[in-house]
C-alpha cells in the first residue's frame, strides 16, 4: 500500500482537509488519498493535532474525526 519513499508534508495534508467536500476527514480516508497506511495517517494526524494544526474527536470506540479548527 505504501509507496516506497514518497513523502507528505503537512502543507500536503492541511491542504487535503481545505479541499474536502466533508468538514472532517478520518486517519483512513487521509491514508487512501496519499496511498499510506491507516497508521501513518493516525500518526501524522496526531502530530499536526499535538502541534495545534487540526483538532479531533472520537467518534466510537474506534473512529477518530480530525478537522481544521475555524479560524
Known sequence: MTRGKQTVSDKDILSTFNSNEAPFLTAIELAEEFG?????????????????EI?????????????????
Not at 470506540?61 to 479560524?71: A, F, H, M, S, T
Open 36 to 52: 499510506m497506511t491507516r497508521q501513518w495517517a493516525h500518526n501524522r494526524l496526531q502530530a499536526l493535532h499535538e502541534a495545534g
Open 55 to 71: 483538532n479531533r474527536k472520537k467518534a466510537g470506540p474506534r473512529n477518530v474525526i480530525w478537522w481544521l479548527p475555524e479560524d
